[in-house]
């Protein structure tokens, strides 16, 4: 009698004949190669390591800090360059000076570092020329942010970033004194002069005598817009933008005030002028050859033992002076050096005032626009 053979068992075999046909066809499926990550990743440069930025606060914001500007975005520039991590520190001026003027050990010195629109506080032969790196790229930059840096043939730093001034004005004040202004003209400066005066004044209460001003400013040790309306007589000059503000701002016995784009966002989160009539106009440049602006953001790169390691920081500089990071400093109130950018605050009038009136400053403390063509060769 044959042995009967369950129909269970009969498809178990059948299953194991086909395994048996098609394993050569499934292990070749199998041993396919998958396309590796490698291609999306960015090559690693030929240098990595730490860059160490400096990064001194000379030039006032408008919001925030540079530091946390660069620190927000630097990221992107780590990610297309593997290997290669930026260290920003915050340093006061003071500090700086002291490790650069008293001859610190170069292992205890930044690769970067802000430098100063007045001071020499980092000694020119520690920096790099950046000119060879730039040179065909200045004529996409702003002019005046390139006379802060160029001197002859050389470039002594990397202007990033723009600050400048504006005309607040209080017209609660001005409108009680029954004074218009029209602020969409400008004012010249016997005109000011005149309003200055008009509003300067003093309020006796009980024993006490109340100053009130026209207009007021600051000049400090590296903002000076002063020297857009000098010769005024009849000016409240502060050491400090803060005593300005306090009086503008705070106190409110300033009918107007020449100063930054902190003023800007000051205003704007200010409990004292929740409810004041505040308007901004361009500084006149009538009866003048030009405006003069201080507020000009510069790093230096100083003297690399290792050329791939200098390129790299060559790389991070034309990174801060791309587009999309030149529009990005209106995160903290500032204005780019590309032109290439164009407006950025053109759906904020007060900025977009101040950033229109850029283009009428000729002066800075390293000199003025109109020898950069000369010096650059760049049209």
Same mark, same amino acid.
């Given at each position: 009698m044959?042995?009967?053979?369950?129909p269970?068992t009969?498809? !178990?075999?059948?299953?194991?004949?086909?395994?048996?046909?098609?394993?050569?066809i499934i292990?070749s499926?199998?041993?396919?190669?998958?396309?590796?990550?490698?291609?999306l990743?960015?090559?690693?440069?030929?240098?990595?390591?730490? /860059?160490?930025?400096w =990064?001194i606060? &000379?030039?006032?914001t408008?919001?925030?800090?540079?530091?946390?500007?660069i620190?927000?975005?630097?990221?992107?520039?780590?990610?297309?360059?593997?290997?290669?991590?930026?260290? /920003?520190?915050s340093?006061?001026?003071?500090r700086?000076?002291m490790?650069?003027?008293?001859?610190?050990?170069?292992? +205890?010195?930044?690769?970067?570092v802000?430098?100063?629109? &007045?001071?020499?506080?980092?000694?020119?032969?520690?920096? #790099?020329? /950046?000119?060879?790196?730039?040179? %065909?790229?200045?004529?996409?930059m702003?002019a +005046?942010? !390139?006379?802060?840096?160029?001197d002859?043939?050389?470039?002594?730093?990397?202007?990033?970033?723009?600050?400048?001034?504006g005309?607040?004005?209080?017209?609660? #004040?001005?409108?009680?004194k029954? /004074?218009?202004i029209? %602020?969409d003209?400008?004012?010249?400066?016997?005109?000011?002069?005149?309003?200055s005066?008009?509003?300067?004044?003093?309020?006796k209460? $009980?024993?006490?005598?109340?100053e009130?001003? $026209?207009?007021?400013?600051?000049? =400090?040790?590296?903002?000076?817009?002063?020297?857009?309306?000098?010769?005024m007589?009849?000016?409240?000059?502060?050491?400090? &933008? &803060?005593?300005a503000?306090?009086?503008f701002?705070?106190?409110?016995?300033?009918? *107007? *005030?020449?100063?930054n784009?902190?003023?800007?966002y000051?205003?704007?989160?200010?409990?004292? @002028?929740?409810d004041?009539?505040?308007?901004?106009?361009?500084l006149?440049?009538?009866?003048?050859?030009? @405006?003069?602006?201080?507020?000009?953001?510069?790093?230096? @790169?100083?003297?690399q033992?290792?050329?791939?390691?200098?390129?790299?920081? #060559?790389?991070?500089?034309?990174?801060? *002076?791309n587009?999309?990071?030149?529009?990005?400093?209106?995160? #903290?109130g *500032?204005f780019?050096v590309?032109?290439g950018t164009?407006?950025?605050?053109e759906? =904020?009038f007060?900025?977009?005032?101040?950033?229109?009136?850029?283009?009428?400053?000729d002066?800075c403390?390293?000199?003025?626009?109109? =020898?950069?063509?000369?010096?650059a060769?760049?049209?």
């Open positions: 044959k042995p009967k053979v369950k269970f009969l498809f !178990l075999w059948l299953c194991l004949v086909l395994l048996f046909i098609l394993s050569p292990v499926k199998l041993r396919t190669p998958i396309e590796p990550l490698e291609p990743m960015p090559d690693k440069p030929a240098w990595t390591g730490i /860059i160490t930025i =990064d606060p &000379y030039i006032k408008g919001t925030g800090s540079s530091i946390s500007w620190n927000k975005h630097v990221r992107q520039f780590e990610k297309a360059h593997p290997g290669v991590f930026v260290d /920003i520190k340093m006061t001026p003071e700086a000076s490790y650069f003027q008293q001859g610190a050990d170069r292992d +205890l010195l930044p690769d970067i802000s430098l100063s629109p &007045y001071e020499e506080i980092v000694p020119s032969d520690m920096l #790099i020329d /950046i000119m060879p790196y730039f040179k %065909t790229q200045l004529k996409d702003d +005046l942010a !390139l006379a802060q840096v160029v002859g043939k050389n470039m002594k730093g990397l202007p990033y970033m723009l600050g400048g001034y005309l607040f004005l209080n017209t609660d #004040i001005l409108n009680a029954d /004074i218009e029209e %602020t003209v400008e004012i010249d400066a016997k005109t000011l002069e005149n309003l005066k008009t509003l300067t004044y003093k309020v209460e $009980g024993k006490r005598e109340i009130y001003y $026209g207009l007021c400013t600051y000049k =400090d040790r590296y903002s000076n817009p002063l020297v857009n309306i000098e010769g007589s009849s000016i409240k000059v502060y050491p400090s &933008y &803060y005593d503000w306090e009086v701002g705070k106190s409110k016995r300033s009918a *107007m *005030m020449l100063a784009t902190r003023t800007v000051n205003i704007r989160s200010s409990d004292k @002028l929740s004041a009539n505040i308007e901004v106009i361009p006149s440049v009538l009866e003048r050859d030009g @405006l003069f602006n201080d507020q000009i953001g510069v790093y230096g @790169l100083l003297k033992d290792e050329t791939e390691k200098e390129k790299i920081c #060559i790389e991070f500089f034309k990174w801060l *002076m587009n999309e990071i030149q529009e990005s400093l209106k995160e #903290i *500032m780019p590309s032109k164009g407006y950025i605050y759906d =904020d007060f900025m977009h005032t101040i950033e229109d009136s850029l283009k009428r400053y002066f403390p390293n000199g003025q626009k109109g =020898d950069v063509a000369d010096k060769k760049i049209e």
